[in-house]
């Protein structure tokens, strides 16, 4: 992967991130900030949007909509 010999698949990325005790998708976010990553309030915002309902994920994501709005508007 390193010398660009071949194209990693989603089951090597995951397993290179194991070895750093990162989840795949930690390496897949561009910009990650290193607080999400080490707060793991992210992985579980994640798991419980996973685990949602069709319902539960649509309610998930309004409120994310919603606060993504107002901080555009209010800094």
Do not use: C, Q
Request: hydrophobic residues 45%.
């Amino acid at each position: 992967m390193l010398n660009a010999r071949h194209a990693p698949n989603l089951d090597h990325v995951d397993a290179v991130a194991a070895v750093f005790g990162l989840n795949l998708w930690h390496l897949i976010m561009v910009g990650l900030p290193d607080e999400l990553i080490a707060s793991k309030s992210l992985d579980e915002l994640i798991t419980r949007y996973g685990n949602a309902s069709p319902l539960g994920r649509e309610s998930i994501d309004r409120v994310a909509e919603m606060a993504a709005d107002y901080r555009s508007k209010n800094g």
